[in-house]
């Protein structure tokens, strides 16, 4: 297994940007809602379905449908944490399904069961997991229970090697994302200023400035 990773989002200059990330690291993304942060998730969960690893993701935003339909039929070892879907769904593969955004037990549950899935039963050495956002989950669940809930499972990630991308709306639950980031060792923030997109990262013993991103 490979000690770093140099593909985050499959986008050369905001990789080149952050550079190598050591294995094992957990990083927070704090972008506008919709726009380029929604887009940014989508390429580091596509980025690594297309590389083959395991990649989990609890979605607060979007339900488990409409992600398998991102990707069509290269879901691979894709598995999705849905917490949008208040009624019964009609369910889809590879989807755990969550009917409150408050029932962290469950979506705990789901994680495990697919972990345990992925890298114990499946085999894939390379994980990646992702929380998409820690702003929706604040508006239904006290800071302590979340910050404990991010603090077990980011660990059980970093404790084989996986890479973790916790989301933030940008501008919302300021108090809370601050104390949040003792869990991650990188912050990448991007912010839009009337129609262009800045990015710049923080984290690994290097800190960039605010740069233009193009999508």
């Not at 769904?89 to 009917?99: A, C, Q, R």
């Amino acid at each position: 297994m490979a000690d770093v990773v140099k593909n985050l989002f499959g986008i050369p200059k905001l990789d080149g940007l952050i550079g190598e990330v050591p294995r094992g690291s957990n990083i927070m993304l704090s972008a506008p809602p919709l726009g380029v942060g929604e887009t940014l998730v989508k390429n580091f969960v596509q980025t690594g379905v297309l590389n083959d690893e395991g990649v989990i993701y609890v979605s607060t935003k979007k339900s488990g449908e409409k992600i398998m339909e991102w990707f069509e039929e290269s879901i691979g070892g894709l598995r999705v944490i849905d917490c949008t879907s208040r009624l019964t769904p009609e369910k889809v593969e590879n989807v755990g399904y969550v009917p409150s955004l408050g029932d962290l037990t469950r979506i705990g549950v789901h994680i495990t069961n697919f972990l345990k899935e992925l890298w114990k039963d499946r085999g894939m050495r390379n994980i990646r997991f992702c929380f998409d956002s820690i702003s929706m989950l604040l508006m239904y669940t006290d800071i302590r229970a979340v910050f404990r809930f991010l603090h077990v499972f980011l660990g059980k990630i970093s404790s084989i090697e996986g890479i973790s991308l916790i989301v933030v709306d940008r501008g919302m639950h300021e108090a809370e994302v601050s104390m949040l980031l003792q869990l991650v060792e990188g912050l990448l923030e991007v912010k839009k200023e009337g129609t262009t997109n800045f990015v710049r990262f923080q984290g690994f013993g290097r800190d960039t400035d605010w740069q233009e991103l193009e999508l």
